[in-house]
């Protein structure tokens, strides 16, 4: 049986190596079944960070960025993303509708996202994304941390509601991507059920 490919995304001030080391404890048990794609915010290579800036400057970029990452690699089945990235993940979704691309594109294709520390864009020019509702009856799994101080909770509970069918875990912390038994069983499962 093929692994299963997901791409990986980054918070503000990350990288993707940073999120690989981060997810060490989540995805060590996970590397015979799930290849996990890590790449950079596009404003990396110029000295900047974060897929976009205060009141959402630079996500046309990033945007065109992922669809043209879409366009050239091999199929990605899911996405994951933590903080930033999990909010990006959330646009991604988005994208897979028909309407949901710039420039006549071709919508997005994955089957699954995963997003950590999430939290919704409340920008005027996302609210078209966020409009198509069928795209957002995908699978999704959503973990929050109770004692978050970067991303509230509620936030991250204001995102999953969007979904159609959220997998939402909880955990004690704060803004991290946990490796607790109970998070890491589960996100197995998930995934085991989207590789299926």
Same mark, same amino acid.
């Given at each position: $049986?093929?692994?299963?490919?997901?791409?990986? %995304?980054?918070?503000?001030?990350?990288? #993707?190596?940073?999120?690989?080391?981060?997810?060490?404890?989540?995805?060590?048990? %996970?590397?015979?079944?799930?290849? =996990?794609?890590?790449?950079?915010?596009?404003?990396?290579?110029? #000295?900047?960070? #974060?897929?976009?800036?205060?009141?959402?400057?630079?996500?046309?970029?990033?945007?065109?960025?992922?669809?043209? %990452?879409?366009?050239?690699?091999?199929?990605?089945?899911?996405?994951?993303?933590? +903080?930033?990235?999990?909010?990006?993940? +959330?646009?991604?979704? #988005?994208?897979?509708?028909?309407?949901?691309?710039?420039?006549?594109?071709?919508?997005? +294709?994955?089957? =699954?996202?995963? $997003?950590?520390?999430?939290?919704?864009?409340?920008? @005027?020019?996302?609210?078209?994304?966020?409009?198509?509702?069928?795209?957002?009856?995908?699978? @999704?799994?959503?973990?929050?941390?109770?004692?978050?101080?970067?991303?509230?909770?509620?936030?991250?509970?204001?995102?999953?509601?969007?979904?159609?069918?959220?997998?939402?875990?909880?955990?004690?912390?704060?803004?991290?991507?946990?490796?607790?038994?109970?998070?890491?069983?589960?996100?197995?499962?998930?995934?085991?059920?989207?590789?299926?």
């Amino acid at each position: $049986m093929s692994r299963i490919r997901v791409l990986c %995304l980054h918070g503000y001030h990350g990288s #993707g190596p940073i999120l690989r080391e981060q997810m060490k404890p989540l995805a060590e048990d %996970l590397e015979e079944t799930v290849e =996990f794609v890590y790449v950079d915010a596009p404003s990396l290579s110029t #000295g900047d960070f #974060g897929w976009w800036h205060h009141e959402f400057r630079g996500w046309e970029r990033t945007r065109d960025w992922m669809a043209d %990452l879409f366009a050239q690699q091999r199929h990605f089945d899911g996405v994951f993303g933590f +903080s930033q990235g999990a909010a990006l993940v +959330s646009l991604l979704v #988005g994208m897979r509708g028909s309407d949901g691309q710039a420039g006549g594109r071709k919508p997005l +294709s994955f089957e =699954f996202a995963m $997003m950590v520390g999430g939290f919704r864009s409340d920008s @005027s020019k996302h609210a078209n994304l966020y409009a198509s509702l069928d795209s957002y009856t995908l699978p @999704s799994l959503h973990i929050m941390g109770r004692s978050d101080s970067i991303v509230p909770i509620e936030d991250s509970r204001d995102l999953s509601d969007h979904f159609t069918s959220p997998v939402v875990l909880e955990h004690s912390g704060g803004h991290v991507i946990p490796g607790t038994p109970f998070i890491r069983n589960n996100v197995a499962l998930f995934l085991g059920r989207m590789a299926g």
